[in-house]
């Protein structure tokens, strides 16, 4: 079982940039690790995710904004936002998934609000 923890979420202006970190509690080199969103009335999205191989895929609509990263050492996973904009308002999850069993994680989320 592993625990994950999002912090770094708050109020943005538009243009503006946030850093989101994801703690787990425990190793994460055997999981693929992701950020979903889900914004009022919406359902949860990709947002990016990183492979254990460091592979990593975007949505269209934030992609050459936002960049994620990991640190299997610190059992840490980032999302640099940067360029936001007020569609980018929802609350953000952090995902894990095994690459060994049919296992997924979610942490609890960080709301993260992009307003003037």
């Known amino acids: 079982q592993v625990q994950l923890v999002e912090s770094g979420g708050g109020l943005v202006q538009p243009g503006g940039s946030l850093k989101l970190s994801c703690l787990a509690s425990g190793s994460i080199g055997s999981l693929n690790m992701g950020w979903y969103r889900q914004a009022p009335g919406k359902q949860r999205e990709l947002v990016a995710r990183i492979t254990t191989l460091f592979r990593t895929e975007y949505a269209d609509s934030v992609k050459g904004r936002f960049t994620i990263s990991r640190e299997n050492a610190n059992k840490l996973v980032y999302l640099q936002m940067d360029s936001l904009k007020s569609e980018d308002t929802a609350v953000y999850y952090c995902?894990?998934?095994?690459?060994?069993?049919?296992?997924?994680?979610w942490g609890q989320g960080t709301q993260v609000t992009v307003s003037s």
């Open positions: 995902n894990a998934r095994s690459v060994y069993e049919a296992r997924t994680y």
